[in-house]
């Protein structure tokens, strides 16, 4: 299994406050998304890094902001949530070493907004 | 743009038979890749299988194969001998090939089917 890992794995928070993700992996793999998983909509990407300090939007990027200061590490914020980003979040990985582009995805992490 | 069609919200099969999952896509694209994950009650997703679509050959792991029909768009999958370990969310998906990571690695997803293997 990919090493990946994200934290916190669940949280609850009020509506205006600022929330970060986080997503950390041991692979050293260069590629970082971020996914939110809705009923009835499948995964949907928000964010991409293809580097560090290299990112860029996704289909649903609006609300939502990331960094990644490092090869391990890519974040993902909440500047002020609202209840519509109620969702699971899904980090993945990937790398052109593994073959053609297959991502791996950590465990999730749920998130509540009130 | 690509979309990824997964006409069975839901499916049972019996222990040890066989079961179908169908996925279409919609794509100008003659080089891309094609997916199927699993996403178990833990609700990780696990990846399943993997096809290329220049390869006529249709992907086989173990227990899962696919039927690839690159003219019709279709990408189903076969379970054979289901097990219990089986029932979850199966979710097809599908990504261009070419510039690895940025937009052309991005993964679009159906809005999956969800598996349940009866004893």
């Known amino acids: 299994d990919a090493g990946i890992t994200q934290s916190p794995r669940h949280k609850v928070t009020e509506t205006g406050t600022p929330v970060t993700l986080r997503c950390h992996q041991t692979?050293?793999?260069?590629?970082m998304y971020w996914y939110r998983q809705d009923p009835g909509h499948g995964l949907r990407l928000i964010h991409y890094s293809y580097g560090v300090k290299d990112t860029d939007k996704g289909e649903v990027s609006d609300g939502y902001s990331v960094s990644r200061s490092k090869t391990e590490d890519f974040l993902l914020t909440l500047e002020s949530a609202t209840s519509s980003q109620t969702s699971v979040y899904f980090c993945?990985?990937?790398?052109?070493?593994?073959?053609?582009?297959?991502?791996?995805f950590g465990p999730g992490t749920r998130l509540t907004v009130l | 743009a690509q979309t990824v069609t997964q006409s069975q919200p839901e499916m049972s099969v019996q222990e040890a038979e066989t079961v179908t999952l169908s996925c279409t896509y919609d794509?100008?694209?003659?080089?891309?890749?094609l997916f199927w994950y699993k996403q178990p009650p833990s609700r990780q997703m696990i990846l399943v299988i993997r096809?290329?679509?220049?390869?006529?050959q249709n992907a086989t792991e173990n227990r899962f194969s696919v039927n690839f029909q690159k003219a019709a768009k279709s990408f189903s999958l076969k379970i054979s001998d289901s097990q219990l370990g089986d029932t979850a969310m199966y979710f097809c998906a599908f990504m261009k090939h070419g510039n690895y990571g940025g937009s052309q690695g991005n993964l679009i997803f159906g809005k999956g089917t969800k598996l349940s293997v009866k004893p």
């Open positions: 692979e050293n793999h260069r590629y």
């Open positions: 794509t100008s694209e003659n080089n891309y890749y």
């Open positions: 096809q290329e679509a220049y390869k006529q």
């Open positions: 993945a990985i990937s790398d052109l070493a593994g073959g053609p582009d297959t991502q791996y």
